[in-house]
């Protein structure tokens, strides 16, 4: 079985807009179509909220009910075929957050995706607690996605990579900094997915760790803020979820062994472009794994994520 747990749909009326030229991938119809063409048996679909860029907390609230109904309805409609995720945002406060328990509470939609930045807030912002702790309670996973670009964008413009590089770097300085300011400690339970191999955060951890390990030694590196963990942060990273998203072998493999089997999850990011999911299916083929660690990565880690039979 194969669950793609990295699928984006838009709303019907964003596709109809001008910047499409009619083609729209992102509808729900070409959504399900090249998975289903690609032999997935249940997808998993999501907003990047690319949309919240920029927009007032009214506007912002909107977009997201929107969203959910859309999405509760698309879930009831392909009933077997795909189960969604709510929009949320993190630093929205007590609305944002009774919508995102309303959506899953009342419309069994399976979680919530976040960003990992809105208009310059991080997730790891005290702000955003109240909702970590509702997720918490609710036991329902959290996956954190790229914005459009965050920090550096004035040097991101041109030969896209905003989309190839700035994405990435600002998924894990989130999952950085939420990882150093204790959100583990606070919610031990917490279900975090990371796209797109957490960013890179993998590569990385290494120099977290001695950030944590040496302040004392590594005094002319800083000045730092006291890090509010009790042990190393790669401890904490293997109690992260990583989708596969990634397109180059060894990063992935880099990724899944940080995490483990059991954290590593099946996701292409396709549509939008369409050749990419087959890559992604490819890519776990080159892993070499043996039957039971691709069961876990293709449908068995998302099943458990999910609470499916």
């Given at each position: 079985?194969?669950?793609?747990?990295?699928?984006?749909?838009?709303?019907?009326?964003?596709?109809?807009?001008?910047?499409?030229?009619?083609?729209?991938?992102?509808?729900?119809?070409?959504?399900?179509?090249?998975?289903?063409?690609?032999?997935?048996?249940?997808?998993?679909?999501?907003?990047?909220?690319?949309?919240?860029?920029?927009?007032?907390?009214?506007?912002?609230?909107?977009?997201?009910?929107?969203?959910?109904?859309?999405?509760?309805?698309?879930?009831?409609?392909?009933?077997?075929?795909?189960?969604?995720?709510?929009?949320?945002?993190?630093?929205?406060?007590?609305?944002?957050?009774?919508?995102?328990?309303?959506?899953?509470?009342?419309?069994?939609?399976?979680?919530?995706?976040?960003?990992?930045?809105?208009?310059?807030?991080?997730?790891?912002?005290?702000?955003?607690?109240?909702?970590?702790?509702?997720?918490?309670?609710?036991?329902?996973?959290?996956?954190?996605?790229?914005?459009?670009?965050?920090?550096?964008?004035?040097?991101?413009?041109?030969?896209?990579?905003?989309?190839?590089?700035?994405?990435?770097?600002?998924?894990?300085?989130?999952?950085?900094?939420?990882?150093?300011?204790?959100?583990?400690?606070?919610?031990?339970?917490?279900?975090?997915?990371?796209?797109?191999?957490?960013?890179?955060?993998?590569?990385?951890?290494?120099?977290?760790?001695?950030?944590?390990?040496?302040?004392?030694?590594?005094?002319?590196?800083?000045?730092?803020?006291?890090?509010?963990?009790?042990?190393?942060?790669?401890?904490?990273?293997?109690?992260?979820y990583l989708d596969c998203v990634s397109y180059h072998l060894p990063a992935a493999r880099c990724a899944m062994e940080t995490v483990g089997i059991d954290h590593f999850i099946f996701g292409t990011d396709a549509p939008p472009l369409w050749p990419l999911k087959q890559r992604g299916i490819d890519l776990i083929d080159q892993l070499g794994l043996s039957a039971a660690d691709k069961e876990k990565i293709m449908s068995g880690n998302a099943k458990k994520l999910l609470k499916l039979n």
């Amino acid at each position: 079985m194969i669950i793609e747990f990295h699928n984006h749909v838009h709303l019907p009326e964003w596709a109809k807009r001008p910047y499409w030229q009619g083609k729209c991938p992102m509808v729900i119809e070409n959504v399900l179509k090249v998975n289903e063409e690609a032999g997935v048996d249940l997808i998993v679909i999501s907003n990047p909220l690319h949309e919240l860029k920029g927009k007032d907390r009214a506007y912002q609230l909107q977009i997201i009910k929107d969203l959910n109904r859309y999405f509760a309805e698309m879930q009831d409609k392909h009933a077997g075929k795909l189960v969604a995720l709510a929009g949320a945002v993190a630093d929205g406060g007590d609305e944002f957050t009774r919508e995102t328990e309303r959506a899953i509470k009342e419309d069994g939609l399976k979680g919530a995706m976040i960003t990992s930045s809105v208009n310059g807030a991080y997730p790891d912002d005290d702000v955003c607690m109240p909702f970590f702790q509702m997720m918490h309670d609710l036991d329902a996973p959290i996956m954190m996605h790229p914005p459009t670009v965050a920090y550096g964008e004035e040097r991101m413009q041109d030969y896209r990579l905003a989309s190839s590089v700035g994405r990435p770097f600002d998924n894990s300085l989130a999952l950085s900094r939420l990882i150093v300011r204790g959100i583990f400690e606070k919610f031990p339970k917490l279900k975090l997915i990371g796209t797109h191999l957490g960013g890179g955060i993998s590569e990385m951890i290494g120099r977290l760790d001695y950030a944590y390990e040496l302040q004392e030694e590594a005094y002319f590196l800083g000045p730092y803020e006291p890090m509010l963990i009790k042990k190393k942060p790669s401890e904490y990273l293997k109690m992260v979820y990583l989708d596969c998203v990634s397109y180059h072998l060894p990063a992935a493999r880099c990724a899944m062994e940080t995490v483990g089997i059991d954290h590593f999850i099946f996701g292409t990011d396709a549509p939008p472009l369409w050749p990419l999911k087959q890559r992604g299916i490819d890519l776990i083929d080159q892993l070499g794994l043996s039957a039971a660690d691709k069961e876990k990565i293709m449908s068995g880690n998302a099943k458990k994520l999910l609470k499916l039979n």
